[in-house]
C-alpha cells in the first residue's frame, strides 16, 4: 500500500486531540482516510505516549510513515496497564494493523488426554479442556503428538479407539492381535485392575518418571516369575526392554519441570522466533516463527509483541518459568499480566544459570539457523518470480497469483481447490476449498466453471484480484475460464494462462497456454519460472486431494443408520449392540428390527426401506 499524501491527513488536529486526552493508562488506535486501523498501542499514560509521535524530530522511518497517514484516533481508557495489555492484544487479533508486529500462527497446542473412563482412552486433545481427565504436554505439533502416541502404543497396552467403536465392538480389533490394546472392549479379556495398572504406568510414563515405571516393572515381572506365571513374566520383560530403548532415543531431558524457552534473530527484517516447551523434565518438542514485522521496528518491540500475543491468544499453556533472550520493557507488568492468566506466579529469566543457559543457547541456535534457512527460501522464490516476468514479458511485478484444481474419484466427490501465491511464497490464509455438487459426475469443465464464478462473483477488493491466473489443465479447461471471464466488471484483469502437461505427463515437460491467442511457451526443465509454475501447481493439486479425500471418507465412513429419519444416536446405539454390528442390521427382517428395544414396528419397516433402497 502506498502511503497517502500529505495534504489529505492534515486534516487530523493532533493539538486538539492532544489537548482534551487523559493521562490514564489504555489503548489508542490509529485509522488512515479509508477508516481502515493502521496500528494499535497500549500506554501508562495515554498522552505522554500519544504526545510522543508528533515530536518535531522523529528518528524512526516507520512512526513518520505512520503519522503521515493518520487521519483519525480514538482511545479506551483502562484501569491498569494491564488492562490496556488484554485489551491492545484484542485489538491487534481483530484489526491485524499493518503496522503492528503480527503472530501469522496463534492456534492452540495440540495435549495427549488420558480420559476419565472405566477404561481410559489416550487420545489427542485440542482447544478447550472440557473433556474430564488428565491432560499432558502442550506439544509443539499434531505430529510430536501422533508419534507420542505411537510410542505409547508399544509401551502400554491402553485403548486409543473412539468411544463409539469401543462400545459397539463385540469381538477385539487387530491393536489387541498386535498386542498394543489389552482389548477391554470385551469382557473376559482384560481385568479392570490389569487395565488400571497398565494405566497407572502411561501416566507415569506420561509424566517423565520413567525411572519409576521400570522399577515397578521389574517387581512385577520377578514376582511373577517366583508364581512361575513365565508367560506374565516375558510380557513385563518385553514392556521393560521397550521402555529403555524409547528411554534412550527419547526428548532432551533435564532438571526443570515445567518451561518455555524462546531464542530469536532478527536480520534484514526478518524476525525468527524459536520456542522450546519443557514439560514434565522433558523437551517436548520446538516449534520455529516468523511474525509479520513491518519496517523498522526494534528487536525488543518485535519479540515483546509475538511475547503477549503468544500467550493471551488464550489457548496456549502459561509455564511457571519463561526463558527470554533479551530483557523486556514492560518486565514486571508482563510477568503480573501473565501470573493472572495463567492462575500461578509466572517468572522471565534470561538464561543466567547453567541449564537455562544451555538451553537458551541451543534456542537462539535454531532460530539462526531457521533465519538462514528462511532468507534463503525468500532469495530463491523472488529470482523464481523475476524469471516468470521475463519469461511472460510483464511490464509490472507480479504481486498475487492463484491457481485452481480439480479431484474427485470417478466423477464423486469433486473438491476445487483454490491456492494463493504472493511475493513470498504461498499465503495460505487465502487458499480456499469449494465442494462441487450439481453437475455431471467427472465433468471437469462444469466443475472448474463453477469453482471460478463462486470465487470471482462476489470479489470487492482489488488487492484480492491475481495478477495471474494459472488454470491446470489444456485449452479446454483454459477456454472454461476466459468464458467466466467474459464480462468481468472490475478495472483489473486477471492473465490467465494454462499449464497443460507434457504428453508423458513428466515434470519439467509442462507448456504455458496463454488465453485468447492460445499461443503455447514450451518451459525449459531447469528454468526457474517453471520451478515457480510447478510449485503453485502442485500445491493446488495437493490442496484439492487432501480436501476430496476428507470428503470421500466423510460419506465412506458415514453409518447408513445417520440419515434414517427418527433415528438418533441413542437408537443407532441400541441397533448396533442388540444386533451385534452394521451387517447385522443390514441382513435383519423388518420383524428382527422390530425387536430391538425402542424400535416400534413402524420405524423398523422405515429402517429397513432406507437400508434396502
Not at 499434531?142 to 465392538?169: H, I, N
Request: hydrophobic fraction near 35%; charged fraction near 25%; glycine fraction near 6%.
Amino acid at each position: 500500500m502506498s502511503e497517502l499524501p500529505s495534504e489529505n491527513t492534515e486534516a487530523f488536529d493532533h493539538k486538539a486531540f492532544l489537548k482534551n486526552l487523559t493521562g490514564a493508562p489504555g489503548v489508542y488506535r490509529m485509522y488512515n482516510l479509508k477508516g481502515e486501523v493502521i496500528y494499535v498501542g497500549k500506554a501508562k499514560n495515554l498522552k505522554k505516549r500519544v504526545s510522543s509521535y508528533f515530536r518535531a524530530n522523529l528518528d524512526s522511518i516507520k512512526t513518520q510513515s505512520l503519522v503521515r497517514q493518520i487521519q483519525h484516533m480514538d482511545v479506551t481508557v483502562t484501569h491498569t496497564e494491564t488492562e490496556a495489555f488484554i485489551l491492545e492484544n484484542n485489538y491487534i487479533k481483530k484489526y491485524r494493523p499493518r503496522y503492528n508486529v503480527l503472530l501469522r500462527d496463534d492456534k492452540s497446542y495440540p495435549y495427549i488426554l488420558l480420559t476419565e473412563h472405566q477404561h481410559p482412552r489416550l487420545t489427542v486433545h485440542r482447544g478447550g479442556r472440557k473433556p474430564k481427565g488428565e491432560y499432558f504436554g502442550p506439544y509443539p505439533s499434531a505430529w510430536a503428538v501422533r508419534e507420542s502416541l505411537r510410542t505409547m502404543q508399544k509401551l502400554f497396552p491402553v485403548r486409543q479407539c473412539e468411544d463409539g467403536e469401543y462400545k459397539a465392538r463385540t469381538r477385539p480389533c487387530l491393536q489387541y492381535q498386535l498386542k498394543r490394546c489389552a482389548g477391554p472392549c470385551v469382557q473376559g479379556l482384560v481385568s479392570d485392575a490389569e487395565y488400571a495398572q497398565q494405566v497407572q504406568l502411561a501416566r507415569l510414563f506420561l509424566k517423565g518418571k520413567n525411572a519409576e515405571v521400570i522399577d515397578m516393572l521389574v517387581k512385577k515381572m520377578e514376582q511373577a516369575s517366583e508364581e512361575l506365571k513365565f508367560e506374565a513374566a516375558a510380557r513385563y520383560r518385553d514392556q521393560i526392554s521397550a521402555l529403555r530403548k524409547v528411554q534412550e532415543q527419547q526428548w532432551v531431558s533435564g532438571d526443570q519441570p515445567e518451561m518455555d524457552v524462546f531464542g530469536f534473530a532478527y536480520r534484514n527484517g526478518i524476525a525468527s522466533i524459536q520456542g522450546f516447551f519443557i514439560r514434565d523434565n522433558k523437551l517436548l518438542g520446538s516449534k520455529s516463527y516468523f511474525p509479520k514485522v513491518p519496517a523498522d521496528v526494534s528487536p525488543q518491540e518485535v519479540f515483546q509483541s509475538f511475547l503477549l500475543q503468544y500467550y493471551l491468544a488464550g489457548n496456549k499453556s502459561i509455564p511457571r518459568q519463561i526463558v527470554v533472550p533479551m530483557a523486556l520493557e514492560d518486565n514486571e507488568a508482563i510477568e503480573e499480566l501473565l501470573s493472572r492468566q495463567a492462575g500461578h506466579k509466572v517468572q522471565f529469566f534470561q538464561g543466567a544459570r547453567d541449564e537455562k543457559r544451555r538451553y537458551l543457547k541451543l534456542a537462539n541456535t535454531n532460530a539462526e539457523t531457521a533465519l538462514e534457512a528462511q532468507q534463503s527460501s525468500q532469495k530463491s522464490v523472488f529470482a523464481r518470480y523475476l524469471e516468470l516476468e521475463q519469461v511472460l514479458d510483464l511490464d509490472n511485478p507480479i504481486q498475487r497469483m492463484e491457481c485452481f484444481d480439480i479431484s474427485h474419484t470417478s466423477g464423486q466427490q469433486t473438491v476445487a481447490s483454490c491456492v494463493v501465491f504472493n511475493r513470498e511464497g504461498p499465503f495460505k490464509s487465502d487458499y480456499r476449498r469449494y465442494n462441487i455438487d450439481g453437475i455431471t459426475p467427472g465433468d471437469d469443465y462444469a466443475a472448474m466453471d463453477q469453482a471460478l464464478r463462486r470465487r470471482y462473483s462476489k470479489i470487492t477488493d482489488p488487492s484480492k484480484i491475481p495478477d495471474i491466473l494459472f488454470i491446470d489443465g489444456g485449452k479446454g479447461q483454459l477456454a472454461q475460464a476466459e468464458a467466466c471471464f467474459e464480462n468481468w466488471p472490475h478495472d483489473k484483469m486477471p492473465k490467465l494462462i494454462g499449464v497443460a502437461k507434457g504428453t508423458s505427463r513428466k515434470p519439467g515437460l509442462e507448456t504455458l497456454i496463454l488465453a485468447g491467442s492460445h499461443a503455447t511457451i514450451p518451459m525449459q526443465a531447469d528454468s526457474s519460472a517453471l520451478h515457480l509454475i510447478q510449485h503453485i501447481r502442485d500445491e493446488a493439486h495437493r490442496f484439492a486431494i487432501t480436501g476430496h479425500r476428507a470428503r470421500r471418507q466423510k460419506v465412506k465412513t458415514q453409518s447408513k443408520l445417520e440419515s434414517i429419519p427418527g433415528v438418533g444416536a441413542k437408537r443407532r446405539q441400541s441397533l448396533l449392540k442388540y444386533m451385534g454390528g452394521m451387517q447385522e442390521v443390514l441382513a435383519a427382517s423388518v420383524e428382527e428390527l422390530a425387536k430391538v428395544p425402542g424400535i416400534s414396528e413402524e420405524l423398523a419397516l422405515i429402517i429397513h426401506e432406507h437400508l434396502h433402497l
